[in-house]
């Protein structure tokens, strides 16, 4: 059934972008991420203008965050103290990136920002999640999970620390602001959660617990993604009403068997879903830029009046 989007100016089929926000609203729930940098390239791929895309979807992120954080609210597997810090990271990231994102679509340049930016920052975090869980489990270290968290004593050293009972943790707060300053401006930018390098970066970095990671990266998305949402709708008109209907359908209700689907994936194997995930979507980007297209130029016939 074909459905006309006002904004993104083209008709698309409602139950393709439904099916494919079911599925990747299910891949949101399991891993702990927002799915955005799997359903912005698949709405880029099914010709949806970037720009729209981008900020559409972040509605989208924002729904399946508030069906998947509920779910881990409910085990008890949310820091909301460290959570707390993560979003006013990520408020401030988000309104840079809205800027930087307006000021590259008034130069023309946006859409080539966004594809090569996916290309970089998926290529780069997503190489390096393939290679710590395929060492991790083609290596397994002795060391227990506790002994692995001393080893962020460089953030212990910075000032501004805090306790985090609930990770068991005690570190300073600015690698943590910075870091969701850094995961905002680019979800605003690109139509992604950040949890693909959130959820990574806590656990490698960090040394946060597998089981509290997820839930708090779902906290933090919720109301950064909401802040995009709607500082797109206000400065840049590319949030397109219809669109975003469909995708928080469907991953409110994919979130929710996601959220499920996570108890008893083991954390090497956790790790190395996720990384061929990020990794695959930049190989996809890469190759509509690097594959030269079958036909090069077309040819169509214009009957002018005279």
């Given at each position: 059934?074909?459905?006309?989007?006002?904004?993104?100016?083209?008709?698309?089929?409602?139950f393709?972008?439904?099916?494919l926000?079911?599925?990747?609203?299910?891949?949101?729930?399991?891993?702990?991420?927002?799915?955005?940098?799997?359903?912005?390239?698949?709405?880029?791929?099914?010709?949806?203008?970037?720009?729209?895309a981008?900020?559409?979807?972040?509605?989208?992120?924002?729904?399946?965050s508030?069906?998947?954080?509920?779910?881990?609210?409910?085990?008890?597997?949310?820091?909301?103290?460290?959570?707390?810090?993560?979003?006013l990271?990520?408020?401030?990231?988000?309104?840079?990136?809205?800027?930087?994102?307006?000021?590259m679509?008034?130069q023309?340049?946006l859409?080539?920002?966004?594809?090569?930016?996916?290309?970089?920052?998926l290529?780069?975090i997503?190489?390096?999640?393939?290679?710590?869980?395929l060492?991790?489990?083609?290596?397994?270290?002795?060391?227990?999970?506790?002994?692995?968290?001393?080893?962020?004593?460089?953030?212990?050293?910075?000032p501004?620390?805090?306790?985090?009972h609930?990770?068991g943790?005690e570190?300073?707060?600015?690698?943590?602001?910075?870091?969701?300053?850094?995961?905002?401006?680019?979800?605003?930018?690109?139509?992604?959660?950040?949890?693909?390098i959130?959820?990574?970066?806590?656990?490698?970095i960090?040394?946060?617990p597998?089981?509290?990671?997820?839930?708090?990266?779902l906290v933090?998305?919720?109301?950064?993604?909401v802040?995009?949402?709607?500082?797109?709708?206000?400065?840049?008109h590319?949030?397109?009403?219809?669109?975003?209907?469909?995708?928080?359908?469907?991953?409110?209700?994919?979130?929710?068997?996601?959220?499920?689907?996570h108890?008893?994936?083991?954390?090497?194997?956790?790790?190395?879903?996720?990384?061929?995930?990020?990794?695959?979507?930049?190989?996809?980007?890469?190759?509509?830029i690097?594959?030269?297209?079958?036909?090069?130029?077309?040819?169509?016939?214009?009957?002018?009046?005279?």
């Amino acid at each position: 059934m074909q459905i006309y989007l006002p904004i993104a100016g083209l008709p698309v089929d409602v139950f393709t972008v439904l099916g494919l926000s079911v599925a990747v609203g299910f891949i949101s729930g399991l891993f702990g991420v927002g799915g955005g940098f799997l359903m912005t390239p698949l709405l880029i791929f099914l010709g949806i203008p970037p720009a729209v895309a981008v900020a559409s979807v972040s509605s989208q992120i924002a729904a399946s965050s508030v069906t998947g954080a509920l779910a881990y609210w409910r085990r008890r597997a949310v820091d909301f103290k460290l959570g707390t810090i993560l979003t006013l990271g990520g408020i401030v990231g988000a309104v840079l990136g809205v800027v930087f994102f307006n000021a590259m679509q008034r130069q023309g340049h946006l859409d080539a920002v966004i594809v090569f930016s996916y290309i970089a920052l998926l290529g780069s975090i997503g190489g390096l999640m393939l290679f710590e869980s395929l060492k991790a489990i083609c290596f397994p270290s002795t060391k227990t999970e506790a002994a692995t968290r001393d080893r962020h004593g460089w953030a212990k050293s910075l000032p501004f620390k805090m306790q985090f009972h609930h990770s068991g943790l005690e570190i300073s707060t600015i690698p943590l602001f910075l870091l969701a300053v850094f995961i905002g401006f680019f979800g605003a930018l690109l139509g992604v959660g950040g949890g693909f390098i959130l959820v990574p970066a806590l656990i490698y970095i960090f040394r946060v617990p597998t089981a509290v990671v997820v839930g708090t990266s779902l906290v933090q998305q919720l109301i950064t993604m909401v802040i995009a949402t709607l500082l797109h709708a206000a400065t840049n008109h590319s949030v397109d009403i219809l669109l975003s209907l469909i995708l928080m359908l469907g991953a409110t209700f994919g979130a929710q068997f996601g959220a499920r689907a996570h108890i008893g994936i083991r954390p090497e194997y956790f790790r190395l879903l996720l990384g061929l995930l990020v990794f695959g979507v930049a190989l996809r980007f890469a190759a509509d830029i690097l594959i030269p297209p079958r036909d090069t130029f077309s040819a169509t016939r214009t009957d002018v009046a005279r």
